[in-house]
């Protein structure tokens, strides 16, 4: 119930997370940093439902004009107890397709046919690596891979080199606290409604991959994956000859600590390949060590193995040069 943490966040945010891609949130999330009733408001959330892109975007499903932040802080005060109440009932769940870019460059490194289980799915977009156009950049060279209306378009720097092939994924499963149905309305809403305002490429990108997880809907499975034996159970149901490959993408940051250092002792007892796009910081499961100050962007590893460098979105991928 400390105003000033929410402050300090929206602070942050405002300063280091959405200049460059989205004017109206960098406004919004100034005002908030310098308004002590509209945080004295968000206070009461527990921290993962008062995330900046979790208020901002329930606000906007509620009704908030996008606009200046005098307009949308009224429309929050005078809507404080239902945009409280909903924000209980939501976390972030940024289903970014765009990080099937460097998944498929760990993926090229596990032999298939693969079972493909993503742990944190929300509609499932990143269990579709197969099924999505790709457009690898090597300054004016462009390598491309595969077809369909999902077009990610991803930066080679360093040297990095652009996969030959697809993976084999003959099987494809989720899980996630709240799992999203690309065919329901109001689930697809709420996908939609977490990319920013002024993300035209990202909504049309999101948009198509909704459309294809909707035609083929992977399996997906309301829990918690650090719980013991949710994960193993889930494992176990993937087909006896693929390689199951388990997908932590940038879901870590939003597990507790301890449970997550929990689930990733049980991925690595799990007889499965394990691919994650996360944060340097978020555990210590790197082999070789990295330097997570030095670190730039996220990891791509593979059984904590680093790959390389990414963008936290999937936007670019360099060496993974700088060690401990």
């Given at each position: 119930?400390?105003?000033?943490?929410?402050?300090?966040?929206?602070?942050?945010?405002?300063?280091?997370?959405?200049?460059?891609?989205?004017?109206?949130?960098?406004?919004?999330?100034?005002?908030?940093?310098?308004?002590?009733?509209?945080?004295?408001?968000?206070?009461?959330?527990?921290?993962?439902?008062?995330?900046?892109?979790?208020?901002?975007?329930?606000?906007?499903?509620?009704?908030?004009?996008?606009?200046?932040?005098?307009?949308?802080?009224?429309?929050?005060?005078?809507?404080?107890?239902?945009?409280?109440?909903?924000?209980?009932?939501?976390?972030?769940?940024?289903?970014?397709?765009?990080?099937?870019?460097?998944?498929?460059?760990?993926?090229?490194?596990?032999?298939?046919?693969?079972?493909?289980?993503?742990?944190?799915?929300?509609?499932?977009?990143?269990?579709?690596?197969?099924?999505?156009?790709?457009?690898?950049r090597t300054g004016d060279d462009v390598i491309q891979?595969?077809?369909?209306?999902?077009?990610?378009?991803?930066?080679?720097?360093?040297?990095?080199?652009?996969?030959?092939?697809?993976?084999?994924?003959?099987?494809?499963?989720?899980?996630?606290?709240?799992?999203?149905?690309?065919?329901?309305?109001?689930?697809?809403?709420w996908i939609e409604g977490l990319v920013w305002p002024?993300?035209?490429?990202?909504?049309?990108?999101?948009?198509?991959?909704?459309?294809?997880?909707?035609?083929?809907?992977?399996?997906?499975?309301?829990?918690?994956?650090?719980?013991?034996?949710?994960?193993?159970?889930?494992?176990?149901?993937?087909?006896?000859?693929?390689?199951?490959?388990?997908?932590?993408?940038?879901?870590?940051?939003?597990?507790?600590?301890?449970?997550?250092?929990?689930?990733?002792?049980?991925?690595?007892?799990?007889?499965?390949?394990?691919?994650?796009?996360?944060?340097?910081?978020?555990?210590?499961?790197?082999?070789?060590?990295?330097?997570?100050?030095?670190?730039?962007?996220?990891?791509?590893?593979?059984?904590?193995?680093?790959?390389?460098?990414?963008?936290?979105?999937?936007?670019?991928?360099?060496?993974?040069?700088?060690?401990?």
């Amino acid at each position: 119930m400390d105003p000033d943490d929410v402050r300090a966040r929206y602070a942050r945010f405002a300063r280091d997370e959405a200049p460059g891609r989205s004017e109206v949130y960098a406004e919004w999330a100034a005002g908030v940093a310098d308004d002590a009733g509209i945080a004295l408001i968000l206070a009461g959330l527990p921290s993962p439902h008062r995330q900046p892109p979790v208020v901002f975007a329930v606000t906007r499903m509620l009704g908030a004009p996008v606009g200046d932040y005098p307009g949308w802080a009224r429309f929050v005060r005078e809507n404080a107890e239902r945009i409280v109440d909903e924000c209980r009932a939501r976390t972030t769940q940024t289903n970014e397709p765009l990080r099937c870019a460097p998944l498929v460059i760990a993926l090229e490194r596990v032999r298939g046919p693969i079972a493909l289980i993503e742990v944190g799915a929300s509609a499932g977009l990143c269990l579709f690596p197969d099924r999505y156009a790709y457009r690898f950049r090597t300054g004016d060279d462009v390598i491309q891979l595969g077809g369909g209306p999902v077009r990610l378009d991803c930066e080679l720097r360093g040297g990095i080199r652009a996969p030959r092939r697809l993976p084999d994924i003959v099987w494809r499963a989720g899980i996630d606290l709240q799992p999203r149905d690309a065919r329901d309305g109001d689930d697809r809403a709420w996908i939609e409604g977490l990319v920013w305002p002024g993300e035209t490429e990202r909504e049309a990108r999101i948009g198509a991959a909704l459309d294809i997880a909707a035609a083929d809907p992977p399996l997906l499975i309301a829990g918690d994956a650090t719980e013991p034996g949710v994960l193993a159970d889930l494992v176990a149901r993937a087909p006896a000859d693929a390689t199951v490959g388990i997908t932590t993408p940038g879901v870590l940051p939003h597990i507790p600590r301890a449970a997550r250092t929990r689930l990733i002792d049980e991925i690595r007892r799990l007889p499965a390949r394990w691919i994650t796009i996360d944060g340097p910081g978020l555990h210590d499961a790197w082999a070789p060590p990295i330097d997570a100050d030095a670190w730039d962007g996220f990891v791509l590893a593979l059984d904590g193995r680093p790959i390389s460098a990414v963008d936290p979105l999937g936007g670019w991928t360099a060496p993974a040069s700088t060690s401990a």
